[in-house]
Nanobody
Framework: RLVESGGGLVQAGASLRLSCLAS????????MAWFRQAPGKEREFVAA????????YYADSVKGRFTISREQAENTVYLQMAGLKPEDTALYYC???????????????WGQGTQVTVSS
């Protein structure tokens, strides 16, 4: 089970940190990812991290602004977002799967999402 938190309404240029608490499974060989979906658009990959090694992956659109990390002792994955832009407005989802990929079908388990709204 994945539960996201930390979304909100912020102004452009602000920062937010999203959290994803994972429970009910073994994550040592998993990949944890963040996706987002804006109204009328497809769900898109944002970032991912290998739970065991900590290797990270980013979409070009967020590289240099967003940072994904994990706290193994707390079974939590974070997405630190800085320099937020109005185009970052979306419902942000946490997902987990057994391999890395940028397509949503790569990931088997999903949270319910947390809304991020960035005003200009």
């Amino acid at each position: 089970r994945l539960v996201e938190s930390g979304g909100g309404l912020v102004q452009a240029g602000a920062s937010l940190r999203l959290s994803c608490l994972a429970s009910g499974g073994a994550f040592s060989s998993s990949v944890m990812a963040w996706f987002r979906q804006a109204p009328g658009k497809e769900r898109e990959f944002v970032a991912a991290i290998r739970w065991g090694t900590g290797r990270t992956y980013y979409a070009d659109s967020v590289k240099g602004r967003f940072t994904i990390s994990r706290e193994q002792a707390e079974n939590t994955v974070y997405l630190q977002m800085a320099g937020l832009k109005p185009e970052d407005t979306a419902l942000y989802y946490c997902a987990t799967g057994s391999s890395y990929g940028t397509h949503p079908t790569t990931y088997r388990h999903w949270g319910q999402g947390t809304q991020v709204t960035v005003s200009s």
